[in-house]
Structure formats: structure tokens, C-alpha cells
């Protein structure tokens, strides 16, 4: 068993605080949760709206994953914190819903929180798997 890789991307957003975007130990990949920020422009406003910053917030996830060399088809597990979420829970799910094929969806849990960084409307982490 080899100690964890801690993976911090050279290009996409900006971590908000003192972390990895990633850690990586045996073929597991624990992504941490990405906000809709701008990855070129870390000072921009967040989106307005929960489907753009749902949008952005995928986006987000797609860079880190594929700085791994991976992509949504390794994603075994998903998290969403929603601030608003009576509001925006229907909404966020179709934006999300995009990027997983019907055969192909993970585990997921969808937590209403009072905050996130930024007083973004939604938050997103994933764990990966990379075989073999």
C-alpha cells in the first residue's frame, strides 16, 4: 500500500483555503469540493443562479479529474451541499444530470447547509476510482 499523493492542479480553480484539490491513495481519488468559481479569474463573481453555478461548479470538476487523467466515468461517489435547497434542488439535478450518462450515475447525497464559501449556492466533492 503506498502513502497518499496529494494532487494540487497547476491550471483550474484556486483553492479557497489551505488543501489539496485532490488526494490519491490506491487508485482512489478524493476530490475535494469545488465552488463555481472562475478558474482563470479566482476575484470574478460567482454565476448567477443555481444552473450556471451548478454548470461552473461541474466544470470545475471535470478540470481537476482530468488533471488526474481521469473523467466522469471514474466518479463512484458525489456530494452536494445546497444553500437554497427547496429552491434550487430540481434545477441543480438536471444541470448534473448532464454530465452522468444514465448508466453510469453514482452514489450521491444532497445536503441543505446554511453557507459556503464565497455564499455560493452549491458545492460539489466526488471520490474517483482509477483501476489498475
Known sequence: MAGPVFHLM???PAP???YSHAVEIDGWCLI????ATDPDEDTAP???GIEAQTRRTMENL???LKGLGLDFTHVVSARVF????ERDYEAMNRVYAE???ADMRPARTCIGVTGLA???LVEIDCIAYRAG
Open 62 to 64: 471535470r478540470i481537476v
Open 46 to 48: 460567482l454565476p448567477q
Open 82 to 85: 445546497l444553500t437554497e435547497f
Open 10 to 12: 497547476d491550471r483550474g
Open 16 to 18: 479557497v483555503a489551505p
Open 118 to 120: 464565497r455564499r455560493a
Open 99 to 101: 454530465y452522468f450518462g
Open 32 to 35: 475535494t469540493g469545488q465552488l
